[in-house]
């Protein structure tokens, strides 16, 4: 079964750095553009980043660009997405999904992740 | 590019049709797909490509438009779509969400 399995619910506070983490199974994870995308508490999606596993090509919403990194390691079919200094903003819900199709090109995302809850509080 | 949906939210009755409208700021082709989203669940991809429906979507959901403008249509409604439905345009990079219709049967 093609799946995207995500780390656990994480609890930070002001100024702490994280990670989290996106496990692909059951498809070739290198091949696909996986993405990140937002969604804060009671609030819509949004896009905040992509990358190709396979090359490590990285695009990134203009919104986050400086304030997130997003990686990936092909040989365990695991992309990532990091913040050096969280804010409390930055609590929400983050997604991470796979596009429809195999290679190059800007697709839909049709396998997504549960998301992970980023909560960040003093 | 901006996506901007309409109504935010619409309440509509089992059986009955349901037209949520997506407008782009400037045209993105037949670049556009419909999620839905339930609480507590990742969202669901129903069309892409403006029309087309992603594998074991029911035949009652349909999308139509290109350029600026789009439909998704819900033809008999059922109970399990109450939800709230996103467009995404997936024109150029960055993609962008709409800001989603809340769908109350």
């Known amino acids: 079964e093609e799946q995207l399995v995500q780390s656990g619910a994480e609890v930070k506070k002001p100024g702490e750095s994280l990670k989290i983490s996106c496990e692909g199974f059951?498809?070739?994870?290198?091949?696909?553009?996986i993405a990140w995308v937002r969604q804060m508490p009671g609030k819509g999606l949004e896009w905040m980043g992509i990358i190709y596993p396979a090359d490590s090509d990285t695009k990134y919403g203009p919104p986050f660009e400086g304030h997130v990194s997003i990686s990936a390691d092909k040989s365990t079919s695991t992309a990532y997405m990091q913040w050096n200094s969280l804010k409390a903003s930055d609590t929400a819900i983050y997604y991470c999904a796979r596009q429809i199709k195999v290679g190059g090109g800007n697709w839909p995302f049709d396998l997504w992740g549960r998301g992970t809850l980023v909560t960040v509080s003093s | 590019i901006v996506m901007t949906q309409s109504p935010a939210t619409l309440s509509l009755s089992r059986g009955e049709r349901a037209t949520l409208s997506c407008r782009a700021s400037?045209?993105?082709?037949?670049?556009l797909a419909w999620y839905q989203q339930k609480p507590g669940q990742a969202p669901r991809l129903l069309i892409y490509?403006?029309?087309s429906r992603d594998s074991g979507i029911p035949a009652r959901f349909s999308g139509s438009g290109s350029g600026a403008e789009f439909t998704l249509t819900i033809s008999s409604l059922q109970s399990e779509d109450s939800a709230i439905y996103y467009c995404q345009h997936y024109s150029i990079w960055p993609s962008t969400f709409g800001q989603g219709t809340k769908l109350e049967i």
């Open positions: 400037q045209s993105v082709s037949s670049n």
């Open positions: 059951g498809f070739s994870f290198s091949s696909y553009w």
């Open positions: 490509g403006a029309s």
